[in-house]
């Protein structure tokens, strides 16, 4: 399938952003959406990830408390809802599509967030 972020920008220390990723096609129940973020200079980062069937969602513990991942099987979307932002967020954050957490066999084209200090 093909997947397509949005929801990227500009925000600032404090705020709160929500990436979607839109999913083409029906993935199976087995396939896990993850959501990976890239910041300059550093290498991709797995941020968390949830099973397209059950939902049952994992959050990476940097992020913990701060990020939110969920799926809109109706709407064919991945969502990562994300608060209280940190200069440190600034990254590309990719959606994935993988057989598990964290792993990724297909990737969107990415996401810039940039958090102001």
């Known amino acids: 399938e093909q997947l397509v972020e949005s929801g990227g920008g500009l925000v600032q220390a404090g705020g709160s952003l929500r990436l979607s990723c839109a999913v083409s096609?029906?993935?199976?129940?087995?396939?896990?959406m993850n959501w990976f973020r890239q910041a300059p200079g550093k290498g991709r980062e797995f941020v968390a990830g949830?099973?397209?069937?059950?939902?049952?969602?994992f959050v990476a513990d940097p992020f913990k408390g701060r990020f939110t991942i969920s799926r809109a099987k109706a709407e064919n979307t991945v969502s990562l809802q994300m608060s209280n932002l940190k200069p440190e967020d600034t990254a590309v954050y990719y959606c994935?599509?993988?057989?598990?957490?964290?792993?990724?066999?297909?990737w969107g084209q990415g996401t810039q967030v940039t958090v102001d200090s």
């Open positions: 994935a599509a993988g057989r598990g957490i964290a792993e990724a066999d297909r």
């Open positions: 949830i099973r397209w069937g059950f939902g049952n969602s």
């Open positions: 096609g029906r993935p199976y129940s087995s396939t896990t």
